[in-house]
């Protein structure tokens, strides 16, 4: 783990958010859940090449937006199998305290609706698609 994402990794768990991206002097937080925050983050059109996440959950379509936004390198609390997968594949180093099979939705009583827009998809800008458009038929 690089120093930026031991950074990230200890704002994240010291301050309570959801994800903080470091670079630097530069640091960038959140304390929404889900995916919106980077969402948000990728909407800005910004390259964030050069920041380290720290993230409590990473699931394949958080991994995505990660890819899109060029991150370095990734430190998650939980991250799913597909996730780690799918940041192997696009060679950004990834460390987690726990590896999950798939992640569960807020209520446990199933699987991310997000993971499973994903889970097939294998192209960033595609997997964006399905995230927009799942995030409109939950709201």
Same mark, same amino acid.
């Given at each position: 783990?690089?120093?930026?994402?031991?950074?990230?990794?200890?704002?994240?768990?010291?301050?309570?958010?959801?994800?903080?991206?470091?670079?630097?002097?530069?640091?960038?937080?959140?304390?929404?859940?889900g995916?919106?925050?980077?969402l948000?983050?990728?909407?800005?059109?910004?390259?964030?090449?050069?920041?380290?996440? %720290?993230?409590r959950?990473?699931?394949? %379509?958080a991994?995505?937006?990660?890819?899109?936004?060029?991150?370095?390198?990734?430190?998650?609390?939980?991250?799913?199998?597909?996730?780690?997968?799918?940041?192997?594949?696009?060679?950004?180093?990834?460390?987690?305290?726990?590896?999950?099979?798939? +992640?569960?939705?807020?209520?446990?009583t199933?699987?991310?609706?997000?993971?499973?827009?994903?889970?097939?998809?294998?192209?960033?800008?595609?997997?964006?698609?399905? +995230?927009?458009?799942?995030?409109?038929?939950?709201?």
């Amino acid at each position: 783990m690089n120093s930026k994402t031991k950074k990230a990794k200890d704002i994240l768990l010291e301050n309570g958010y959801t994800c903080v991206l470091c670079n630097g002097n530069d640091t960038i937080t959140s304390k929404e859940r889900g995916i919106k925050p980077l969402l948000s983050l990728y909407n800005t059109k910004q390259n964030f090449s050069g920041y380290s996440a %720290a993230d409590r959950v990473v699931g394949k %379509a958080a991994a995505f937006v990660y890819i899109l936004l060029k991150v370095d390198e990734i430190y998650a609390e939980i991250i799913s199998e597909p996730a780690k997968q799918i940041l192997e594949k696009y060679k950004i180093p990834v460390s987690a305290k726990t590896t999950s099979k798939l +992640i569960r939705n807020r209520e446990g009583t199933g699987f991310c609706p997000m993971e499973t827009a994903v889970i097939k998809i294998t192209d960033p800008k595609k997997a964006v698609e399905a +995230i927009e458009n799942t995030l409109k038929t939950l709201n």
